[in-house]
Structures are given as structure tokens and as C-alpha cells.
């Protein structure tokens, strides 16, 4: 029974093959935020903290579609009122149930951009957020993922997260490029890179490849920084698209410093 109960649950609720996963939760497997993160981030902010005072506005979904679709459209927001507005056109306000969300449904697809606008109970405008019809891919961008390795510490069994993004000409991300990444690591002789994901539930890459097709124009690669010092490069490639490169530093363990974690336990 226990082992009956244990598949099911590791069952890729609610589809089936070719997903491997589960669809529920916030974050996908790479961490990166789905949408209902931003009501999380509306509504329940801390756990001691029910209610926040920043401004939170989130609208999708994005704006690439095809002419002639019909889209609907949410937000997630703590303001009191939320109007949306589609190439400069106002679809209408709505005021913003607590604990809930606003939609417009239906919405015809014409290219440009959507943006909506959150006001007090005042009518005083609190924020935006936008959406734009984005171009084709045209570049990467790399960058290191909330820090975690910015600072890696030779010997400490340590690991650093990359980010890859797809973007337009204009520097957008594209919500629904694909294209095949692959990451390449130069600066040291015991640093590696030790898979990659793209967060997509129904991916079925070996996740110890260093390359990986983007999802919603994203990808990650896991750096272990190895025992030597100095600075690592990783560049990151894709067939037509222009390179990005990220560093990240290898520091010489430091046990006089309370927050420099090192584990000398071998990797997994």
C-alpha cells in the first residue's frame, strides 16, 4: 500500500504522458515563478504577515499569439481597482476582490502590447505591469540566478545556478522560444557544469547534459565550483542566436567567516 501510495503521488497530476511531473505549485522544478506566485505574493506575503503593503500587479498571459485568437486575460493584485488597456484602448475596470483575481475574457490578439493599471480605493494609480507582442529570438542573456553562486568556495563541495534567457532585438524575453542551449565552462580544471533544466514538466532531457532546448525562453545550468581558485566563465550558445557569457568566482575557504558555508562532503 505505502508503495502503491508513493507512485501515485509522483503520478504527473492532473495529465499524463509524455509529462513527468506534477503541474501543481508555484515554482516549476527550476525554480523559476509560475503566474499564481504573484498571488501568493498579493495576498500572503509572510506567514506572519497577512496582508502587504506594497503594491503587487501581475498580468498574463503573454502577448504572442496569432491574429484572429481570442485571449483570456488575468491579474494578481493587492489594489483596490485594476483596468486594463490594449494598444492604448481601455477594455474597463474592475475592482479587485480580496483574496481573488480580475479577468477579461476573450480578448482579440492584435499585436503591440497590453498593459494594465492598479489604483487605490482613491482612484490613485499604483502601478503597472505590461505585456508586449515580443520579436524573434535574436540573443541569449546569461546571468546568475537569485546570486546562488556569484561567490563559490574552493572545496566546499559549492554550486552556482545560471540563467539562460532567449530575447528579441529589443532585449524582451520570448515567452514561447524554444530554441536548443548549450552551456560551455572555461577557468578551472575541477569545476564543472552538472546538468541543466528548462523547468518544462513534460521535458524528457538527460538532466546531466549541458544542453537544453529553453521553456517559456528560459533555462538553467548548475555550476559546481570544484576545488580550485579563480573566476569561471560559462558561455552560452544556441545555432543563429547571439553568445552570452556569465563569471562567477571561486574564494578560498574562510572558516573565520560564520556565514561562508562549506561542506567538504563529497557531491552526490
Known amino acids: 500500500m505505502h508503495a502503491r501510495a508513493l507512485r501515485l503521488r509522483l503520478q ?14 508555484i515554482l516549476d522544478l527550476c525554480g523559476f515563478e509560475k503566474d499564481r506566485t504573484y498571488w501568493y505574493k498579493a495576498w500572503f506575503p509572510t ?28 491579474t494578481y493584485s493587492n489594489a483596490a481597482f ?27 490578439f492584435v499585436a503591440g502590447s497590453y498593459h494594465t493599471v492598479a489604483y487605490d480605493a482613491e482612484n490613485k494609480t499604483l502601478g503597472t505591469a505590461n ?74 532531457f538527460n538532466n546531466k547534459l549541458p544542453v537544453r532546448p529553453a521553456y517559456h525562453g528560459l533555462m538553467l545550468g548548475v555550476i559546481s565550483g570544484g576545488d580550485d581558485l579563480g573566476t569561471l566563465t560559462v558561455t552560452a550558445t544556441s545555432p543563429g542566436l547571439a553568445s552570452a557569457t556569465v563569471t562567477m568566482e571561486v574564494a578560498a575557504r574562510d572558516d573565520t567567516v560564520s556565514d561562508r558555508w562549506c561542506s567538504p562532503n563529497p557531491k552526490w
Open 82 to 108: 485594476i483596468e486594463l488597456f490594449v494598444n492604448g484602448a481601455s477594455l474597463g475596470r474592475q475592482a479587485m476582490p480580496q483574496f481573488g483575481h480580475v479577468q477579461w475574457l476573450q480578448v482579440p
Open 12 to 25: 504527473p497530476t492532473p495529465y499524463a504522458w509524455p509529462d513527468v511531473n506534477s503541474h501543481f505549485g
Open 131 to 204: 505585456r508586449s507582442t515580443t520579436g524573434a529570438p535574436a540573443a541569449l542573456r546569461a546571468s546568475i540566478r537569485d546570486s546562488v553562486g556569484a561567490i563559490m568556495y574552493a572545496g566546499c563541495n559549492d554550486y552556482g545556478l545560471v540563467m539562460v534567457e532567449v530575447v528579441d532585438a529589443a532585449g524582451l524575453v520570448v515567452p514561447d522560444a524554444a530554441n536548443i542551449v548549450s552551456l560551455a565552462l572555461r577557468g578551472s580544471k575541477s569545476a564543472f557544469i552538472d546538468g541543466t533544466g528548462n523547468g518544462d514538466p513534460a521535458g524528457h
Open 47 to 74: 506567514i506572519n504577515e497577512p496582508v502587504t503593503t506594497k503594491t503587487v500587479i501581475h498580468s498574463f498571459p503573454h502577448w504572442n499569439w496569432k491574429t484572429g485568437d481570442k485571449v483570456d486575460i488575468w
